[in-house]
């Protein structure tokens, strides 16, 4: 008589818990972050997983985007990660994972945590000339160790709560390499990747798309050197000392000759998007006539024209303050083949490779200006620095690469559908 073995299959349920992930319009996001969660979720759906995405605000809809499920849900800012897992434990969600380490809650239940580590956030120093830039002026030089401290401590605790922490770049690692060396097991690096790479973009196509572009390719038919700087602007993104840079650029002979170019906003980070426009605009003020006339807003550049702005441009400028990952604006700058200027912030050091893949310098307005100078008088430099980065992305930071370590991660965390013997 032949036995039969009954099979079933075990689909775990994954609950995706974020800040931000759609718009009031129902489309993504234009974040790196966001774009993570997408990649990351169709991932554990690719295994054979059920996907909900918890985003905190939109409350009361339920819409799918890409065929992944979201839910909106309304909830404070300040404890949405223990009320939206709350929502996706009703779900009977058999996993969460958080978009942001800090998010995660103490959960009692069996179901299993992990999240995302997006750099280590609160290393932002306190620098007394850009004073006004920092919630409480000079008050942040006596709150800020104190706020590092309380942060740092919050990680460590998230990452005990996790099975696995999926890191962006390698800050966090050495953090609890230093702090936790019994919790590094859990700490699994996955250094982010582009999904912009190679262009060809037809110029005029795009241009017409986001006609700002045409002043960027009208200064590069002029013969300037085109310097982007691809970032939205905040404090900790360089929009403080953005307008210095350029000043001081321009008071060196080879800086003369470079236009540089913002693609972004001031970003409504907390509520201060406005304020950051204001502060940024009296510094614009206080440029002089030479140097304002290098610097141009482009006011806001869409993704599907980013490619062309990297083709045209001779030097992409990450001037990063504080708090970077791994700057998908310098992986994609990088696989573009355009030298890269970055701050030695973050993950950034992760990505560059000083003088072999780019420029990585101090956080100093005099050392960024001082880059942009030499870059700008040695074509065979920013050539030679380029093919390296378009060779290195290629090798380390494709999405090929990038897809293989989410699965493994995925997979060593349960997200994959397996047949159990019943």
């Excluded at 993504?28 to 995405?53: D, K, N, Q």
């Excluded at 190679?198 to 310097?227: K, N, Y």
């Amino acid at each position: 008589m032949k036995r039969y073995t009954q099979q079933t299959i075990h689909r775990p349920h994954v609950g995706f818990v974020t800040d931000s992930f759609l718009d009031s319009r129902g489309q993504l996001f234009e974040g790196g972050a966001e774009r993570h969660l997408l990649h990351l979720a169709s991932v554990a759906a690719g295994l054979g997983a059920e996907v909900t995405v918890y985003q905190r605000g939109l409350a009361g809809r339920e819409e799918t985007y890409q065929g992944i499920r979201v839910v909106g849900w309304s909830a404070s800012p300040m404890t949405f990660g223990r009320q939206l897992a709350r929502r996706a434990l009703r779900d009977r969600c058999t996993h969460l994972h958080f978009q942001y380490l800090n998010q995660v809650p103490r959960i009692r239940s069996e179901v299993i945590v992990t999240a995302t580590g997006h750099a280590v956030y609160w290393d932002l120093p306190y620098v007394d000339q850009y004073r006004s830039w920092y919630p409480g002026g000079r008050v942040a030089a006596l709150l800020l160790p104190v706020w590092r401290w309380r942060e740092r401590h919050r990680c460590l605790r998230a990452i005990v709560r996790c099975k696995r922490v999926l890191a962006t770049d390698s800050s966090l690692l050495r953090l609890v390499q230093s702090d936790r060396p019994g919790l590094r097991n859990r700490v699994d690096v996955v250094p982010n990747f582009t999904d912009l790479l190679g262009g060809g973009s037809a110029s005029a196509g795009v241009a017409a798309d986001h006609p700002s572009l045409g002043e960027l390719l009208a200064a590069r038919a002029r013969g300037s050197i085109v310097v982007l700087v691809p970032r939205n602007l905040s404090f900790v993104r360089g929009g403080a000392w953005l307008p210095e840079i350029v000043e001081r650029s321009a008071s060196l002979p080879a800086g003369r000759h470079c236009q540089f170019f913002l693609t972004g906003v001031p970003m409504n980070v907390y509520g201060a998007g406005h304020r950051y426009r204001s502060l940024f605009e009296g510094q614009l003020a206080s440029m002089s006539k030479e140097a304002r006339a290098q610097l141009h807003l482009l006011g806001g550049v869409p993704r599907a024209s980013m490619q062309m702005a990297y083709d045209n441009c001779d030097i992409v400028l990450i001037p990063t303050f504080a708090h970077e990952g791994t700057s998908l604006a310098a992986v994609e700058a990088m696989g573009s083949g355009r030298p890269v200027i970055a701050t030695n912030v973050g993950g950034l050091n992760d990505l560059i490779v000083d003088r072999v893949t780019g420029l990585l310098v101090p956080t100093d307005p005099d050392a960024i200006a001082a880059a942009v100078s030499e870059l700008a008088q040695d074509s065979k430099l920013r050539a030679r620095l380029g093919e390296e980065a378009r060779r290195r992305v290629g090798a380390t930071f494709s999405e090929v690469h990038w897809r293989r370590r989410a699965e493994s991660f995925a997979r060593r965390v349960g997200w994959a559908r397996d047949p159990a013997a019943a």
